[in-house]
């Protein structure tokens, strides 16, 4: 029999292999229980979601645990701690990628919410990579 801390490194460190899917989903669920910290999965691509997240006001914090983790700190509103995440919503997936021009990229709740976009000067908001005139790979929405 394993103990309870091999169980939880077995479920962590199983191989993903959407990273960004992983992400949202620990991200979502940790939101859904109203929990202050989630550890997810570091790849550079989920810091800069984390970044992004971080900049727009939906986490308050992020920082690097250790060489495989990342903890993020959870945003909540109010007294009865509404989540400052309503919806998380993952767009392209491996078996359908979504690409968009900068003209025809969504918006979410008219501006409201963002898109997250991989472009080709990095991870951008979807106001960004309007502004620069970069269209890229829709990752998720975010509101």
Not at 29 to 35: H, T
Not at 39 to 57: A, C, D, H, R, V
Not at 84 to 106: E, F, M, Q, V
Request: charge should be positive.
């Amino acid at each position: 029999m394993i103990s309870l801390t091999e169980a939880m490194r077995f479920i962590f460190f199983t191989m993903v292999n959407d990273i960004i899917s992983d992400t949202i989903t620990r991200i979502r669920n940790a939101s859904l229980v109203k929990s202050q910290t989630v550890f997810i999965p570091y790849t550079l691509l989920s810091e800069q979601i984390s970044q992004i997240l971080e900049k727009e006001g939906f986490i308050d914090s992020f920082q690097r645990h250790s060489k495989e983790k990342l903890l993020l700190f959870l945003k909540y509103k109010g007294t009865d701690k509404k989540p400052c995440i309503t919806n998380l919503r993952r767009i392209s997936k491996p078996g359908l990628r979504i690409y968009s021009a900068h003209k025809d990229i969504p918006r979410v709740l008219n501006g409201m919410g963002i898109v997250i976009i991989s472009t080709a000067k990095g991870v951008l908001t979807d106001r960004e990579a309007r502004l620069q005139g970069l269209g890229g790979e829709l990752l998720c929405s975010v509101w």
